[in-house]
């Protein structure tokens, strides 16, 4: 009787741990499914009229956690098989806000937090002072398989990694 007694204790601690275990990762997996990471490229100019093999874009990182929207976005040059980043292609714009989803469409607004190298918009106020006029990007994204559609552009869902957008 003892014997079965402490056979029983044992099984339920085994069965209590395995429990624990499969809770734990059940969390990780939808924890890691409310993050995902997309990466797309606007143009930003057609050609460099000095050098006509250059193509000007910017590389667009749009980053779900949650009902977040984070957007981070570099400057590039491609120049044949050669990707360079500089700030004088145009700012890094860093942007957060929310989302909200409706079938297959995402609706996205955000605004900007913070800018590198970035110029700064100007309006004049009814009383004549110039005041700074704050960027948003507000869009639609359809999805589709393996990533997002939006104003023409092919986002594609890539590994997950921290954005710069997320520090602030």
């Not at 009902?67 to 980043?85: A, E, G």
């Not at 970035?118 to 002072?129: D, H, I």
Request: hydrophobic share 35%.
């Amino acid at each position: 009787m003892r014997v079965t007694c402490n056979v029983m204790k044992t099984a339920l601690k085994t069965l209590f741990v395995i429990l624990i275990l499969i809770s734990c990762k059940s969390n990780k997996i939808e924890s890691q499914e409310s993050e995902s990471l997309f990466l797309g490229y606007e143009k930003i100019g057609i050609l460099d009229e000095s050098n006509t093999g250059i193509l000007w874009l910017r590389e667009t990182l749009i980053k779900f956690k949650n009902d977040s929207v984070f957007i981070d976005q570099n400057p590039i040059s491609v120049n044949k098989k050669d990707t360079l980043y500089s700030s004088s292609d145009g700012g890094f714009y860093y942007f957060q806000g929310i989302k909200t989803e409706n079938l297959n469409k995402i609706k996205i607004l955000t605004k900007e937090i913070a800018c590198d190298y970035c110029p700064t918009e100007m309006k004049r106020n009814s009383e004549g002072k110039f005041e700074k006029i704050d960027r948003e990007k507000n869009f639609e994204a359809e999805k589709i398989p393996n990533g997002l559609k939006a104003h023409e552009i092919i986002f594609k869902k890539i590994k997950n990694r921290k954005l710069r957008s997320e520090l602030y």
